[in-house]
């Protein structure tokens, strides 16, 4: 599926940034939420992948967007 999408958006958390530690899922959930529903708005078809916190699914998205290090 993530293939073939016309296009794709990553939503990442950069811990060196993080002001309270372990609030930057809820953060990215949220934006994700957002972005969703701004999709649907727009009469899009969108998709959230459910890959956190597991880490062989964390691991192979990671490395096919190409998600630095950090």
């Excluded at 940034?17 to 972005?35: I, L, P, R």
């Excluded at 727009?42 to 959230?48: E, F, N």
């Excluded at 459910?50 to 967007?65: H, L, N, S």
Aim: proline letters at 4%.
């Amino acid at each position: 599926m993530l293939k073939q999408a016309p296009a794709r958006h990553r939503v990442c958390g950069d811990l060196s940034h993080e002001k309270h530690k372990g609030f930057w899922v809820q953060d990215c959930a949220a934006a994700t939420e957002n972005m969703l529903l701004a999709a649907h708005g727009l009469g899009l078809g969108a998709v959230w992948l459910g890959v956190y916190p597991r880490e062989e699914r964390t691991k192979v998205i990671a490395e096919f967007i190409k998600v630095p290090e950090q």
